[in-house]
């Protein structure tokens, strides 16, 4: 899967090399910093990839402060889904992309945020 839906983009990989590849590819596209998010099961991983990418993180103004706040007591898979589903993806899809997670892809996501 790697386009799913109408309101975002996302796409599984096997790593951060390529994860920052894809990043790099949808700029060249348009999209802009706050328009991209880089999600791995490894909260380490996922901030260094973060980092080195220059994207943005799921945080407050896509999970809301309830959502937010909710995550710091949810297992990690938990919240993984939930800041899947917070980007515009069903629960179905947020599931099927947490699994993938758990065996080590990355995710990276696109989503046009209104200015």
Same mark, same amino acid.
């Given at each position: 899967m790697d386009s799913i839906g109408t309101q975002a983009y996302a796409k599984l990989l096997e #790593? %951060?090399?390529q994860a920052i590849e894809e990043v790099n590819r +949808?700029?060249?596209t348009g999209y802009t910093r706050d328009d991209l998010y880089v999600i791995s099961h490894d909260e380490d991983r996922e901030g260094r990839i973060v980092d080195a990418a220059d994207? #943005?993180?799921?945080g407050l103004s896509e999970e809301? +402060?309830?959502g &937010?706040? &909710? #995550? /710091?007591?949810r297992s990690r898979g938990d &919240? $993984?889904?939930f800041k899947i589903t917070s980007l515009g993806f069903s629960a179905a899809e947020a599931a099927f992309y947490e699994k993938e997670l758990d $065996? %080590? !892809?990355v /995710?990276?996501? &696109? !989503?046009r945020n209104p200015k």
């Open positions: #790593n %951060g090399v +949808l700029r060249s994207v #943005n993180e799921v809301g +402060l309830f &937010a706040i &909710a #995550n /710091l007591f &919240a $993984l889904r $065996l %080590g !892809k /995710l990276v996501i &696109a !989503k």
